[in-house]
């Protein structure tokens, strides 16, 4: 298993859950960064694929020796309101568009996009029938755009608070598996799973081989190691399904971005070794 870390590049997103905040002039300072504490990669959160710095990010990780792990999109929903759920079709194509952009910038350096918070919600006009639908239109027409690339597509379940959608890995699993969305993987976020999942461990080995993506968080969204969470059942049951991906931080910058890479990094290093 490898780590990453979370370098935010929009400024709407500043209380978001990232260590690394700044524009695109911070990117190099923060690649810089991620390498000096002993990271095996970044995962960025642009304000879109066009804004996306691909030819300046692919420099940068060569010079560091750094992976891309991961590119979200969730500033569609953040600044312009979009969602694959929406009741009006032309707002649910800009939202499909909007994720396109960054999964062809996230595939052209070789890594997968997250449909995090772009999924959505049920609700008003739209029923939860009718939901479940447009995620899954939505999730097939993006996984395909992904595997162009070689790559998956990364669908996040969200707690309760932010999604109505799916919470729990194994309900995510079950529709992706029931719509043939072979293309599509789990983000698997651990700060959802400790709100939403009996035992994490147990969903992360349920749901096998649709894990494609980890987020590296404790109980309150802190570093590993901040929180309560106990990581050894969690890296057993990754191990026992044979994940070898990326342990991203994406936790808040507490109590200073530093302290909270830092702290993610030890923590992920002592729970693999």
């Given at each position: 298993?490898?780590?990453a870390v979370t370098i935010c590049?929009v400024?709407?997103a500043?209380?978001g859950?990232?260590?690394l905040h700044?524009?695109?002039?911070?990117l190099?300072?923060?690649?810089?960064?991620a390498a000096e504490l002993g990271?095996d990669?970044v995962?960025?959160?642009?304000?879109?694929g066009?804004?996306?710095?691909a030819?300046a990010l692919?420099?940068?990780?060569?010079?560091h020796?750094?992976?891309?792990?991961?590119?979200?999109t969730?500033a569609?929903?953040?600044?312009?309101g979009?969602h694959?759920?929406?009741?009006?079709p032309?707002?649910?194509?800009?939202a499909?568009a909007?994720?396109?952009?960054?999964?062809d910038a996230a595939?052209?350096l070789?890594?997968?996009a997250?449909v995090?918070?772009m999924q959505?919600?049920s609700?008003g006009?739209?029923s939860?029938e009718?939901?479940?639908d447009?995620?899954?239109?939505?999730l097939?027409?993006?996984?395909?755009?992904?595997?162009?690339h070689?790559?998956?597509l990364?669908?996040?379940?969200?707690n309760?608070?932010?999604?109505?959608?799916?919470?729990?890995q194994?309900?995510a699993?079950?529709?992706?598996d029931a719509?043939?969305l072979?293309?599509?993987?789990?983000?698997?976020?651990?700060?959802?799973?400790?709100i939403?999942?009996a035992?994490?461990?147990?969903a992360l080995?349920?749901?096998g081989?649709?894990?494609g993506?980890?987020?590296?968080?404790d109980?309150?969204?802190?570093a590993i190691?901040f929180g309560?969470?106990d990581?050894?059942?969690i890296v057993?049951?990754?191990?026992?399904?044979?994940?070898?991906?990326?342990l991203?931080?994406e936790?808040?910058?507490l109590?200073t971005?530093?302290d909270?890479?830092r702290q993610?990094?030890a923590g992920?290093?002592?729970?693999?070794?």
């Amino acid at each position: 298993m490898k780590t990453a870390v979370t370098i935010c590049l929009v400024p709407e997103a500043r209380q978001g859950p990232f260590v690394l905040h700044g524009g695109a002039e911070d990117l190099a300072a923060h690649c810089r960064t991620a390498a000096e504490l002993g990271f095996d990669g970044v995962e960025i959160f642009p304000a879109s694929g066009e804004a996306f710095p691909a030819a300046a990010l692919a420099g940068l990780l060569r010079g560091h020796g750094l992976a891309l792990a991961a590119v979200g999109t969730g500033a569609g929903f953040l600044k312009h309101g979009l969602h694959v759920c929406h009741e009006d079709p032309a707002v649910r194509e800009r939202a499909i568009a909007f994720i396109e952009r960054i999964v062809d910038a996230a595939g052209s350096l070789g890594a997968p996009a997250i449909v995090g918070s772009m999924q959505g919600r049920s609700g008003g006009e739209v029923s939860r029938e009718a939901a479940l639908d447009h995620l899954a239109a939505a999730l097939h027409r993006l996984g395909e755009r992904a595997d162009r690339h070689g790559q998956v597509l990364l669908y996040e379940p969200l707690n309760r608070y932010e999604t109505n959608l799916f919470n729990r890995q194994g309900e995510a699993a079950a529709l992706l598996d029931a719509r043939g969305l072979g293309p599509v993987k789990l983000l698997c976020d651990l700060f959802h799973m400790n709100i939403e999942e009996a035992s994490p461990g147990h969903a992360l080995e349920a749901a096998g081989p649709r894990v494609g993506h980890i987020h590296w968080a404790d109980s309150n969204r802190r570093a590993i190691g901040f929180g309560h969470t106990d990581p050894r059942p969690i890296v057993a049951a990754l191990r026992q399904i044979g994940y070898a991906g990326f342990l991203s931080a994406e936790i808040l910058p507490l109590p200073t971005p530093l302290d909270a890479a830092r702290q993610s990094v030890a923590g992920a290093r002592a729970a693999i070794a």
